[in-house]
């Protein structure tokens, strides 16, 4: 042996043994990602070359993405309110202050409603900006910017290495399936909630390194938060337990499936035991938040499982689930309304749809645990994806079936998926210039597509126009497009929808009431009661049906049916602020009925005392009926509400004039424009817009 040789192979098996000790450290913190991955990190501390773009300072690759995001998302800041966003963000903060934001986050019971945190911050954009869209696009874009950096910090903790965990967060940014969630507005919720979300996970892989008090606390807060802003995140607690449990499962050297169960069992066992408090901690939050969604906030306006049966519910699911696949994997047909047939509904357990998909669910799980041992972060990225789609599986019946903006959380996993994947590839020099090739084809493909669908979300009528293109058979999207060219006058293409969806669904009680309103405002008083009436056959439990014909008859002086509509109203419907305000407008202005207006408006009072639009009317009628000191009791009511409510303070002047003789007192309300403004009567357009999704209309909060 030449001289010196022993002494060079000593010290490499030294050096060898110190990268293997340096490796087992990091195992055993768990500061660095699962065993799979640590085991293959190199001394150099990265998977072979890189090139200069990952030298870079991790503030440098920040601000890259940060461009990406900007430039991929510049054209929709000139994109309007559309959908949800006008009964959301313009209705509610319209004349508010914003101390006032207060009054919103309550149902009319005094309930905190559901999604609190996204209120919040519509109300300080809305005070800060006014009704610009264009600031509400710039926050949402700020809060996607604000997720990829998130992703691209757990993305980089799990994987151990900068060039993959940059292209998660690529990935993840540039996806188009997430322009619902950022270009429309009213998505907001989703933003939030991912933010928290992952917030509130990257605390809790610090905890699980530190054991530090302050690392629980903050997990703690930003899971709070994240179901402050949506309770879909009520996942979280699962996605953490998950990683322990995968991170802490030493596989067997001969992995047989007996084996392979017996790890998963003692690592899930030494997971619970090592954070105990933390999960029980999580698991209740979560617990909390979703008995508070489901049985008090009651989200979900569908009480019915789709298709009938739980089973069947299930299919359908498994036919979405597969179908949001596609749309990661090939994002070419995007829609913001995903009803009837448009994606329809499984009516037969022998589907051969619904079986095809089932299993190829179930062969996409296997996969993902045969990856267990080798690829840990795609099990894990992939397992991520189906527990976050959890909340919308329908085991809960709901009324949006399927909507692309639910993907917007979910698609976090599959980035961390394709991060890992991208880790392996790069494992072998040769393929790094393949590699990153193919990622930035990728990249850029997915961002142009992400600019024209930006485009779609213009306006009501691009978006509708595009959907009705996309999907020719979509019924509540025709019924929406017609009621825009009704709404513009063009009655003629506005029949031609209506026409056409009333082909393809002859049953929907949508489709009669839209038409009823054209055939009114044609002049066609007989047709549109008769469409008003079939519409009310087909669903009689409808209370928005009975709304439109109550108006109706209301506008065409048929009093005596408008009374009879409101009395069978208020006894269906006795705790609705808004139905006993229409009634006692209805009785105080047509009927010229002051008792019963009174009852109504006092019945509304009581029911949203904590909203200035129910006091006015009623002190109207007092001041009308110079009853004055009532008016005059009811007006400092409503200022200890709103203060600087101008409408109150012209209400209370005109009051302490007339008692001072100096002005008489109004003939009626007719005139009188304080009050006629907050009739929110939902006349021609009760709720034909179909919101992002399917089923019903998704609850304004």
Not at 33 to 49: A, E, L, M, T
Not at 352 to 365: E, F, R
Not at 550 to 556: D, N
Request: proline share 6%; glycine share 6%; charged share 20%.
């Amino acid at each position: 042996m030449p001289k010196g040789t022993g002494r060079a192979i000593g010290g490499a098996r030294g050096r060898q043994r110190a990268v293997m000790a340096t490796t087992s450290s990091v195992r055993s913190s768990g500061r660095a990602g699962f065993k799979g991955n640590v085991g293959r990190v190199r001394s150099r501390g990265d998977s072979g070359p890189r090139p200069g773009l990952f030298h870079r300072p991790t503030w440098q690759l920040l601000l890259i993405l940060w461009a990406i995001v900007s430039l991929t998302y510049a054209n929709a800041l000139n994109n309007g309110f559309v959908l949800d966003d006008h009964p959301v963000i313009l209705d509610e903060y319209r004349g508010r202050r914003p101390w006032e934001g207060w009054a919103i986050l309550t149902d009319p019971w005094g309930n905190i409603q559901g999604r609190p945190l996204r209120t919040l911050s519509f109300n300080l954009d809305y005070s800060l900006f006014g009704p610009d869209p264009r600031f509400f696009h710039l926050v949402n874009i700020l809060y996607h910017a604000v997720n990829t950096t998130l992703v691209y910090y757990v993305a980089r903790r799990l994987l151990g290495h900068v060039a993959p965990a940059f292209i998660a967060a690529l990935l993840f940014a540039v996806h188009p399936i997430q322009t619902e969630a950022v270009t429309y507005i009213s998505g907001r919720k989703d933003l939030l909630a991912t933010l928290f979300y992952l917030a509130a996970f990257s605390a809790f892989l610090r905890y699980r390194a530190t054991q530090r008090v302050g690392a629980l606390l903050a997990t703690v807060l930003a899971f709070a938060l994240a179901l402050l802003s949506k309770e879909s995140a009520v996942t979280l607690p699962a996605a953490c337990l998950l990683y322990d449990w995968i991170a802490r499962t030493r596989m067997p050297a001969r992995p047989t499936p007996m084996a392979l169960a017996g790890a998963a069992w003692q690592g899930l066992r030494e997971a619970l035991s090592r954070h105990r408090l933390i999960y029980l901690i999580l698991f209740g939050m979560a617990i909390a938040s979703s008995l508070h969604a489901v049985l008090i906030v009651q989200e979900s306006e569908r009480h019915e499982y789709w298709g009938g049966s739980f089973g069947l519910s299930l299919l359908t699911t498994a036919r979405m689930f597969c179908h949001y696949l596609k749309l990661l994997i090939l994002p070419t047909t995007l829609l913001h309304d995903y009803s009837f047939d448009t994606f329809p509904v499984t009516r037969t357990y022998a589907d051969p749809a619904s079986l095809l998909a089932v299993a190829a669910l179930c062969g996409i799980v296997l996969a993902l645990i045969w990856c267990w041992t080798t690829l840990p972060t795609v099990t894990f990225g992939g397992l991520w994806w189906f527990l976050a789609l959890l909340p919308v599986a329908q085991i809960v019946p709901h009324h949006v079936m399927m909507a692309e903006r639910f993907l917007y959380l979910p698609s976090v996993g599959a980035a961390l998926a394709a991060g890992a994947l991208a880790k392996r590839a790069l494992a072998a020099e040769r393929r790094h210039r393949l590699v990153y090739a193919g990622v930035g084809l990728a990249a850029a493909l997915l961002a142009a597509r992400t600019v024209i669908r930006n485009a779609d979300w213009k306006d009501h009528a691009t978006l509708l126009t595009q959907a009705v293109a996309a999907a020719p058979r979509g019924v509540r999207t025709r019924i929406a497009l017609g009621a825009l060219y009704q709404q513009r006058g063009q009655y003629d293409m506005a029949d031609r929808e209506y026409q056409e969806a009333l082909r393809l669904d002859p049953n929907f009680h949508k489709v009669h009431g839209a038409l009823a309103s054209l055939l009114a405002q044609r002049g066609d008083l007989a047709g549109a009661e008769r469409e008003y009436l079939k519409a009310l056959r087909l669903d009689p439990d409808n209370n928005d049906i009975r709304i439109g014909l109550a108006s109706f008859y209301e506008r065409h002086g048929e009093l005596d049916k408008a009374a009879r509509e409101y009395r069978e109203l208020v006894t269906r419907r006795p705790r609705d602020p808004l139905l006993r305000q229409n009634a006692g407008v209805f009785y105080h202005v047509v009927k010229r009925d002051p008792r019963r207006a009174e009852e109504e408006y006092q019945a509304a009072l009581a029911l949203r005392p904590q909203e200035v639009e129910f006091y006015i009317p009623l002190a109207v009628l007092y001041l009308e009926a110079r009853q004055f000191a009532r008016a005059e009791e009811i007006i400092q009511r409503a200022l200890i509400v709103r203060p600087t409510e101008p409408r109150l303070h012209t209400l209370l002047r005109k009051v302490r004039r007339t008692v001072e003789g100096q002005e008489a007192p109004p003939p009626s309300l007719g005139g009188m424009p304080l009050t006629r403004e907050i009739r929110r009567q939902p006349v021609e357009q009760w709720d034909t817009t179909p919101r992002p999704g399917a089923g019903a209309a998704e609850p304004k909060r």
